[in-house]
């Protein structure tokens, strides 16, 4: 019974331990000139903490720099950042993760202001937003990518962060054990956001500076290929999270060129080897079939999302079990 009302007092509250579990991870490839000073500048800030070094296939000494700084070391040999989260939510267990660069450009002294509103139980996320500090990048073109990723999440799913991109982030158990990712390289901060959001957990954001990154480590980030990667990740993931919207918008700009074909043509002609009539019938019939997936797969979805709290409650409460019981 004691159990059970702490359970409870546990799941209304989201109350973390007296003496929470701190995990900083940290994923890297080849950072062997940044990697030890980060691990030591986290360690000087949370020197309870474990921090863990996530190695991505590195062909340098990143490794033994960061285990000689004091860090635990994990391998994901595929590369990609997605992977390399992944697999440290999956086997690494703590009360509060935070998440963090090995290229020194993240300052960690300011952890503390991006863990404490997760440590005091207001919110489920912490976003560390060089947005609100000013600008996200040093470089232009970067800049200007998160500002406008940023603007189209609003839009499209209404996810109100201003530095969607940023890989400084702080966040509990519950959200890092129960979030379902499949994303393998740098859109990876954009399905956490995007399923944190439509998960209804609590997000808020803290600003931080962000510091130039070093001339003699080159950046991983491509910004026509990661920029693509990214922008393919959000219009799957609008496709899955708004299908109504995503296949009514598809459907009616179908109905539309449909309706313009006609009226242009006036239904004579040929286009594409077709009567020119015949075209914009199957143009609209795609239109109105559009409508109908939009329709049905709208209800799936919506029935999918009640079996998916269902299946949240449950992991919450033998999560919140297992930790009352320790």
């Given at each position: 019974?004691?159990?059970?009302?702490?359970?409870?007092?546990?799941?209304?509250?989201?109350?973390?331990?007296?003496?929470?579990?701190?995990?900083?991870?940290?994923?890297?490839?080849?950072?062997?000139?940044?990697?030890?000073?980060?691990?030591?500048?986290?360690?000087?800030?949370?020197?309870?903490?474990?921090?863990?070094?996530?190695?991505?296939?590195?062909?340098?000494?990143t490794?033994?720099?960061?285990?000689?700084a004091?860090?635990?070391?994990?391998?994901?040999?595929?590369?990609g950042?997605?992977?390399?989260?992944?697999?440290a939510?999956?086997?690494?267990?703590?009360?509060?993760?935070?998440?963090?660069?090995?290229?020194g450009?993240?300052?960690?002294?300011?952890?503390?202001?991006?863990?404490?509103?997760v440590?005091?139980?207001?919110?489920?996320?912490?976003?560390?937003?060089?947005?609100?500090?000013?600008?996200?990048?040093?470089?232009?073109?970067?800049?200007?990518?998160?500002?406008?990723?940023?603007?189209?999440?609003?839009?499209?799913?209404?996810v109100?962060?201003?530095?969607?991109?940023?890989g400084?982030?702080?966040?509990?158990?519950?959200?890092?054990?129960?979030?379902?990712?499949?994303?393998?390289?740098?859109?990876?901060?954009?399905?956490?956001?995007?399923?944190?959001?439509?998960?209804?957990?609590?997000?808020?954001?803290?600003?931080?500076?962000?510091?130039?990154?070093?001339?003699?480590?080159?950046?991983?980030?491509?910004?026509?290929?990661?920029?693509?990667?990214?922008?393919?990740a959000?219009?799957?993931?609008?496709?899955?999270?708004?299908?109504?919207?995503?296949?009514?918008?598809?459907?009616?700009?179908?109905?539309?060129?449909?309706?313009?074909?006609?009226?242009?043509?006036?239904?004579?002609?040929?286009?594409?080897?077709?009567?020119?009539d015949?075209?914009?019938?199957?143009?609209?019939?795609?239109?109105?079939l559009?409508?109908?997936?939009?329709?049905?797969?709208?209800?799936?979805?919506?029935?999918?999302?009640?079996?998916?709290a269902?299946?949240?409650?449950?992991?919450?409460?033998?999560?919140?079990?297992?930790?009352?019981?320790?």
């Amino acid at each position: 019974m004691v159990q059970r009302a702490a359970l409870q007092t546990r799941m209304r509250g989201n109350v973390l331990p007296k003496n929470p579990r701190v995990a900083v991870l940290i994923p890297c490839l080849n950072e062997e000139l940044m990697v030890g000073t980060v691990v030591e500048d986290f360690r000087r800030e949370l020197p309870d903490a474990e921090i863990w070094v996530v190695d991505n296939g590195s062909t340098d000494n990143t490794t033994g720099v960061a285990s000689a700084a004091g860090a635990r070391i994990i391998r994901e040999p595929r590369r990609g950042k997605g992977f390399a989260l992944r697999i440290a939510f999956r086997d690494i267990d703590a009360d509060v993760y935070v998440l963090a660069d090995g290229d020194g450009q993240l300052p960690a002294e300011s952890v503390h202001d991006l863990m404490r509103p997760v440590l005091e139980g207001r919110a489920d996320m912490v976003v560390g937003s060089r947005a609100l500090a000013g600008r996200t990048s040093h470089k232009f073109v970067n800049n200007l990518g998160n500002m406008l990723f940023s603007r189209l999440l609003r839009t499209l799913l209404g996810v109100h962060v201003t530095d969607v991109l940023s890989g400084y982030r702080s966040m509990n158990r519950m959200l890092v054990k129960s979030l379902p990712l499949a994303a393998r390289n740098f859109e990876i901060e954009v399905e956490i956001t995007i399923k944190t959001s439509q998960r209804s957990y609590r997000i808020s954001e803290v600003p931080f500076k962000v510091r130039p990154r070093p001339a003699a480590t080159p950046p991983h980030l491509r910004v026509v290929r990661d920029g693509a990667r990214i922008s393919w990740a959000i219009v799957l993931l609008f496709r899955d999270y708004r299908p109504m919207a995503f296949f009514g918008s598809l459907g009616l700009a179908l109905l539309a060129a449909s309706a313009l074909l006609y009226a242009v043509s006036g239904g004579a002609g040929h286009a594409w080897f077709l009567p020119t009539d015949t075209l914009a019938t199957l143009v609209a019939v795609s239109g109105l079939l559009s409508l109908a997936t939009g329709g049905v797969v709208s209800v799936l979805a919506r029935r999918f999302e009640e079996l998916e709290a269902k299946v949240d409650m449950v992991t919450t409460a033998a999560l919140l079990t297992d930790d009352v019981g320790d």
